[in-house]
């Protein structure tokens, strides 16, 4: 993780610790950052994953990049590497005059 | 069934007394929690507070934490805004509904009673079971 950090100042990066601390974690670190060190330290099974988003795609990119060498080289324990770089699509919520929206329904037989 | 659970009021986590479950849209979190007794359902009331829930998820720093009651279902229903970094298409968690958050909540601790303790879940072999 720090390594990462280091290295892609650039990007805001998520990470799990699977088997610590992962889906109850938040994506600024915040319950990780929380978390007593003792009880992450005990955990014997544990996963590394770490995430990010980027506007540009190239970018994003470098962090598959940067984790490129663990598949031969590095800390065995994390049982190798597998990366997956996909776009996505946002959406927001938001709220709108109800006037401004037409609603209606028919039946098509 | 612990002969310690009858002789004075302990601290078990809420799964021993109710379920739950999270439902998302957008950046904001629903988690309904269900008693499975009645009479445990004043406990919920009076210790399940809005106070109580937004310092379980005090590191997703929730904009806001409203608890609708439905006295009725023996159950209540919190609205968590902006606890999803973002909503399903832009968190980066693995879990980007936070239909995990349920799980969360459910090991908060309520205080039961002693005369109560019977209804509190529990494994075959009468000892407190593990996380559902």
Redesign the interface.
């Known amino acids: 993780m720090q390594v990462l950090q280091q290295r892609l100042p650039q990007l805001k990066m998520r990470f799990d610790l699977i088997g610590a601390v992962s889906v109850f974690g938040d994506d600024a670190g915040s319950a990780l950052a929380q978390t007593d060190p003792v009880r992450v330290a005990q955990a014997t099974d544990v996963r590394l994953r770490a995430a990010c988003a980027h506007a540009d795609k190239s970018t994003a990119a470098m962090l598959l990049r940067e984790v490129n060498a663990l598949y031969t080289c590095g800390p065995a324990g994390g049982g190798g590497v597998r990366t997956h770089l996909r776009s996505r699509l946002n959406a927001v919520s938001c709220v709108l005059e109800r006037t401004a929206v037409t609603t209606g329904f028919s039946f098509v037989e | 069934m612990n002969a310690m659970e009858h002789t004075t009021a302990q601290n078990c986590p809420l799964y021993r007394l109710a379920h739950a479950r999270t439902g998302d ?4 979190s629903n988690i309904s929690v269900i008693a499975y007794h009645a009479a445990l359902y004043p406990l919920l009331d009076q210790q399940l507070t809005e106070a109580a829930v937004a310092a379980v998820f005090a ?3 929730p904009a806001a934490v409203t608890r609708y009651l439905l006295p009725k279902l023996g159950a209540m229903n919190f609205v968590l805004d902006r606890v999803l ?3 399903v ?7 980007a509904h936070g239909k ?2 349920a ?2 909540l459910l090991q908060a601790p309520i205080e039961v009673p002693a005369h109560l303790q019977h209804l509190l879940l529990q494994d075959q072999a009468g000892n407190p079971p593990a996380m559902p």
């Open positions: 849209k957008g950046d904001r590191s997703r720093r970094d973002g909503g298409n832009d968190a980066l968690n693995l879990d995990a958050l799980f969360m």
